[in-house]
């Protein structure tokens, strides 16, 4: 499963995870043991990662409150459940949850060292370490849904009940809106999506009734802005240079 051409650019790709760490290094070292992501170090020092297929990218960010409660929750697909949380135990971490769904399909969430409160999914289709789900909380399903068809296009299944889902612009990450979490209406985990133009999807938001909190400029000379939506998630939008 692993990607060997680079990943795929597009318009409404979920691209970029920034995730709290109280130790950048600490932090790097047990993500790449338990899921196998590949770390960089920028020219600039900073540490970085692609995840377990290349597709989805990101870093660790210092200052930043951990999201120890599941508001924004991203999700890993490993190859076995059992195996992967034997690991993170091992590595100090603590299993907060854990459901079956299916015959061969389970979920648990875990740990990291700074606290964060990550996913973990089995599928048997392979791809360990890919970043494959996003839940994001709603305070009425159908109005996000909404917002995020308007704002980057996204397919939508289920549309008119409480199990909304999603696929992302280019179909590598895909999730749903869930009741009863707390928004993350502050930039812990920050979650970034690609845009063919942030300037263009910044009039998108706005006209959605969403609110641009950061505006274009700020990350320079990176194209990116940060929006809530109409639960009051922070999100990050990114435009790839060129």
Known sequence: MANTNGPTYGNGKICYVEIPAINIEESAAFYSKIFGWTIRTRSNGSIAFDDGIGEVSGTWVLNRKPATEPGLLISVMVDSIEETIETIVANGSKIVNRINIGETEFIAWFTDPAGNVIGLYQHPGGGNGKICYLEIPAEDINRSADFYKAVFNWP????????????????????????????????????????????????????NGGKIVQPIGMDAPEITARFSDPAG?????????G
């Not at 209406?185 to 999807?201: H, K, Q």
């Not at 998630?233 to 990114?238: K, M, T």
């Open 233 to 241: 998630n922070v999100l990050g939008l990114y435009q790839e240079p």
């Open 156 to 207: 939508l299944r289920d549309k008119g009940t409480e199990n909304v889902a999603f696929d992302d612009g280019v179909g590598v990450v895909s999730g749903m809106w869930t009741l009863g979490r707390k928004p993350s209406t502050e930039p812990g985990l920050l979650i970034y999506v690609m845009m063919d133009s942030v300037a263009d999807t910044v009039e998108v938001v706005i006209a």
